[in-house]
């Protein structure tokens, strides 16, 4: 039987995915595809992003269906903005308003009075309402790595920090900038113990324009940059129990 191309598993929230202004084509993990090619590494990118997604759903189902059986070679992560982004809603809150039975125009009312005064909600406590809580969230981050050492091939991994246009989201959120770097100071500690290779934080420093107006998602540039860097990183680990980090 012939040997497989080495598979790439992308693992991320939205930030994966198509939206309006930038097409499936433009997303970083289509463009990785195509950036390996052009290294002379013809590898299988498989896109698991999914919209909503937080670091404590990666040891549930999802380890098994996206990883265990799946046996990528190379993984590339990135979650960590919906986890970390100062809410007027906690998730639980979130998921009632978003319940069948909720009564719609109540819904709309609270949404709106809460997103007017979000500035002031979340100046005084910018963590009070955030979806996954720093200690839980550095909790998920070494259970997913205990399963991953635990496969019988570890695969190697990439991880992509959250990166963002802090006066952007500090505009609308004040204290953004203190959680993503809480949070990421969290993802370092980690990889530290783990023994993780980390990349050059400036990665994006020289493209223009690499966010979108929100903020946090890439534009086609940061898109095609990110999978620049990527693939140049992939290619130089290639198949070993290896993880970079991109921050």
């Known amino acids: 039987m012939s040997a497989r191309r080495p598979r790439v598993v992308a693992l991320s929230d939205s930030l994966s995915l198509p939206r309006p202004g930038l097409s499936w084509e433009d997303t970083w993990p289509s ?3 195509e950036e390996l090619r052009q290294l002379g590494l013809d590898a299988e990118v498989i896109n698991f992003g999914r919209r909503r997604r937080t670091v404590d759903t990666l040891t549930g189902p999802d380890f098994e269906q ?4 799946v046996e990528p070679d190379i993984i590339v992560l990135q979650v960590g903005i919906v986890d970390c982004s100062p809410r007027v809603f906690s998730r639980r809150s979130r998921d009632l308003l978003n319940h069948r039975y909720f009564p719609v125009r109540l819904r709309d009312w609270l949404v709106a009075r809460r997103s007017a ?8 406590d910018p963590l009070a309402k955030v979806y996954v809580p720093p200690s839980a969230y550095r909790r998920a981050l070494e259970a997913f790595a205990a399963r991953l050492e635990a496969l019988p091939r570890v695969p190697a991994l990439v991880v992509i920090p959250i990166v963002v246009a802090p006066e952007v989201l500090e505009s609308k959120s004040p204290g953004h900038r203190s959680n993503v770097d809480l949070y990421n100071r969290h993802l370092q500690e980690v990889s530290a113990r783990r023994g993780w290779t980390w990349l050059a934080k400036d ?38 129990p290896a993880v970079v980090v991109w921050s």
């Open 117 to 124: 005064q979000r500035a002031t909600i979340v100046a005084k």
């Open 31 to 33: 463009r990785l595809h």
């Open 66 to 69: 996206l990883v265990e059986f």
């Open 203 to 240: 990665a994006l420093g020289s493209v223009p324009a690499p966010f979108d107006a929100d903020g946090y998602h890439l534009s086609a540039a940061g898109n095609r940059a990110l999978a620049s860097v990527l693939a140049g990183e992939i290619a130089r680990v290639g198949a070993q």
